[in-house]
């Protein structure tokens, strides 16, 4: 399976993820609104818990900003249901993310370190923010669960690019 880097500025892939409680999550594509694209390490992963509920204490400053939350990782439903239910998250919440739908997205995807961890492969954590034309604004991937954007710091900066009409940077290849 070949990954593919994102582009700062370039289309995030149309992909498509079953929701936890029924029908589905999508991103890619035109859209109403901006889309915060969290991809999450899974059930198995306190860090990610921890980066989850800070989003959710923030969920309604998001929307407020105009985004709209996708949540997905690569655990089952009933793993996504158990953590729905533990941390009272009310975004959505796909699951069941793919080795080739992570591929697609540039994510690094890591073996578990043991059948205690996780019983699959998952992605590390990975934060678009897609603009309402499908393009990406901000890309943040990260090889491991101690590395991820600062949420709050992240919607400011999200906010004051959105009010000035700021285009995605880092689009300069190397020479």
Request: hydrophobic fraction near 40%; charge should be negative; glycine fraction near 12%.
């Amino acid at each position: 399976m070949a990954s593919t880097k994102p582009i700062a500025g370039g289309a995030i892939p149309a992909l498509t993820f079953p929701k936890v409680g029924g029908g589905s999550l999508s991103i890619g594509g035109p859209r109403d609104a901006w889309t915060l694209f969290v991809v999450y390490r899974g059930k198995h992963c306190g860090r990610c818990k921890k980066y989850l509920g800070i989003l959710e204490k923030m969920k309604g400053e998001w929307e407020a900003a105009g985004f709209e939350i996708v949540v997905v990782s690569a655990d089952t439903e009933e793993k996504a249901k158990a953590d729905i239910a533990e941390f009272g998250w009310s975004f959505d919440v796909g699951y069941g993310l793919t080795e080739a739908q992570m591929g697609e997205l540039g994510l690094y995807i890591s073996d578990p370190l043991s059948p205690s961890e996780t019983d699959r492969r998952f992605a590390e954590p990975g934060i678009f923010c897609v603009r309402p034309d499908g393009t990406n604004q901000i890309v943040a991937i990260s090889n491991g669960p101690a590395a991820r954007p600062e949420l709050a710091e992240l919607l400011d900066g999200m906010i004051f690019n959105i009010k000035n009409e700021r285009p995605a940077r880092g689009m300069v290849d190397a020479a």
